[in-house]
């Protein structure tokens, strides 16, 4: 079946350093797509999102970029803070479905 | 404030002993979803209600039920949870169904079945 994956399922960097985080997904009917955050224990807590008719979506620290052509979605996290160690989601949804996430990505800043 | 709160946080049933997981909701939204996802992989969704109307992934065993009184609650029910079915139930409410709405998550229930 389609689905949303992600393509690294750990990532190390430094603090202050910018962190890129992959996701590839195959359902070219998808229009709606979130990065989540999700810290150990907790539910999923949601960053940014994006639909299919932008390229590229910013906010504070994050950027999601969305290449519909290679069906690619990356979110980058600038100046990278311990606080932002985490394991990474992203998620497709589309119209009359349901919330689909990919296997994640664990985050892990050091000092 | 929290706007999807689950009960309870932690939750350790017996083997075979039916156990009802909790979800309500403060945003008045259409549609609420239940999540499965077991460590270190990501939620697997095993249904959802838009309204009332209730929606089944086809893989869910029917081991798991739901229910939703009303706008605001929405249980799921595992009638014999086995050691497998041990893992964070994550629920979820969007205003819409699909199509550029967003997810806003409780918590989670820890389930720990011995």
């Known amino acids: 079946g389609e689905s949303v994956g992600l393509h690294l399922p750990t990532l190390s960097v430094q603090e202050g350093d910018n962190s890129i985080i992959n996701c590839a997904y195959s359902?070219?009917?998808?229009?709606?797509f979130i990065w989540y955050k999700q810290e150990s224990g907790k539910g999923p807590q949601f960053i940014i999102d994006?639909?299919?008719?932008?390229d590229k979506r910013q906010g504070q620290r994050v950027t999601v970029l969305l290449n519909k052509t290679v069906k690619h979605l990356s979110l980058q996290i600038a100046a990278t803070q311990p606080g932002d160690s985490a394991v990474y989601f992203c998620?497709?949804?589309?119209?009359?479905?349901?919330?689909?996430f990919g296997k994640g990505t664990t985050l892990s800043v050091s000092s | 404030d929290a706007m999807v709160i689950q009960n309870p946080r932690y939750q350790v049933t017996q083997f075979g002993k039916p156990v009802t997981l909790s979800c309500s909701q403060t945003?008045?939204?259409?549609?609420m979803y239940w999540y499965q996802q077991k460590s270190s992989q990501a939620p697997k969704l095993l249904f959802h209600?838009?309204?009332?109307?209730?929606?089944n992934e086809a893989d869910t065993p029917d081991n798991f039920q739901s229910r939703r009184p009303n706008t605001s609650f929405c249980f799921l029910d595992i009638r014999s949870p086995g050691l497998g079915d041990a893992a964070m139930y994550l629920c979820?409410?969007?205003?819409?169904?699909?199509?550029?709405?967003?997810?806003?998550f409780g918590q989670g229930t820890r389930l720990t079945v011995v």
């Open positions: 998620a497709e949804n589309q119209a009359g479905t349901a919330l689909i």
């Open positions: 359902n070219s009917a998808s229009d709606y």
């Open positions: 994006i639909r299919s008719n932008m």
């Open positions: 945003l008045n939204h259409n549609v």
């Open positions: 209600y838009y309204d009332k109307d209730f929606n």
């Open positions: 979820a409410t969007t205003r819409e169904a699909g199509g550029g709405t967003e997810a806003f």
